[in-house]
């Protein structure tokens, strides 16, 4: 168990639609990353936020966002959904800003867009 | 461009058998790589790291090394079990504002009975 939660396990819904996966980091974690796996993909970085600021973007859509709330819990939110949205989608946490540490990855939330 | 490649991109090998994975990176400047382990539907779990002076280190039936002037990691497993089936991931971080990471594209091993 890495400490980092990550709800709903499972998700399916239909394209057009908006959903929000949540996060909440290991205690005491002030970094949170969201990555995307799609089937026998590689991770993709989206967004790390940082203390409730964003710190890093990557290959993230404009149709998704993200936050950090002051409790440090993350939410991921995708609309105007797409097939090629489905896949796993991982939250991580790191004690810090930099990436030096390491990272402690979720269970991930399996999105299936119908 | 920051880019970690990774070989062979799937490998099977028998139970008891040993293996070598391949990590390629231009990332720089370099701070330290990470290797992580995956298994199927799960999230990636830290396996090792190397940081720049460092050639060789073990963790359990895992062996890392590092050679920092040709860029290269291997990730050697000795005497390989059915749970050693999964993604093995070479992750590298740059140390520049933000230390940014840059994920390799994994190997995927298969070890049959």
């Known amino acids: 168990d890495s400490g980092v939660t990550q709800t709903p396990k499972h998700l399916i819904t239909a394209t057009g639609q908006r959903v929000t996966l949540r996060c909440s980091p290991r205690s005491g974690d002030l970094s949170v990353y969201w990555y995307q796996q799609s089937l026998d993909q590689g991770l993709q970085f989206l967004i790390q936020?940082?203390?409730?600021?964003?710190?890093a973007k990557g290959n993230i859509l404009e149709r998704f966002s993200a936050q950090q709330f002051p409790d440090l819990h993350s939410e991921l939110n995708l609309s105007s959904l797409e097939l090629g949205d489905s896949a796993l989608y991982f939250c991580?946490?790191?004690?810090?800003?930099?990436?030096?540490?390491?990272?402690?990855f979720g269970e991930g939330s399996r999105l299936t867009v119908l | 461009k920051n880019q970690v490649e990774q070989s062979p991109q799937s490998l099977i090998i028998l139970e008891g058998k040993n293996c070598t994975l391949q990590c390629n990176y231009t990332v720089s400047p370099f701070s330290n790589l990470r290797w992580y382990k995956q298994d199927t539907g799960r999230g990636p779990v830290s396996l090792t790291i190397m940081t720049f002076s460092e050639n060789t280190k073990s963790n359990g039936r895992y062996t890392a090394t590092l050679d920092a002037d040709t860029k290269q990691s291997s990730l050697h497993i000795t005497a390989s079990q059915l749970s050693d089936s999964a993604s093995y991931i070479c992750?590298?971080?740059?140390?520049?504002?933000?230390?940014?990471?840059?994920f390799g594209g994994g190997t995927r091993l298969m070890v049959k009975p």
């Open positions: 991580a946490s790191s004690p810090r800003g930099g990436a030096t540490g390491e990272l402690f």
């Open positions: 992750v590298v971080s740059a140390a520049n504002a933000g230390n940014m990471l840059t």
């Open positions: 936020y940082y203390n409730g600021e964003e710190r």
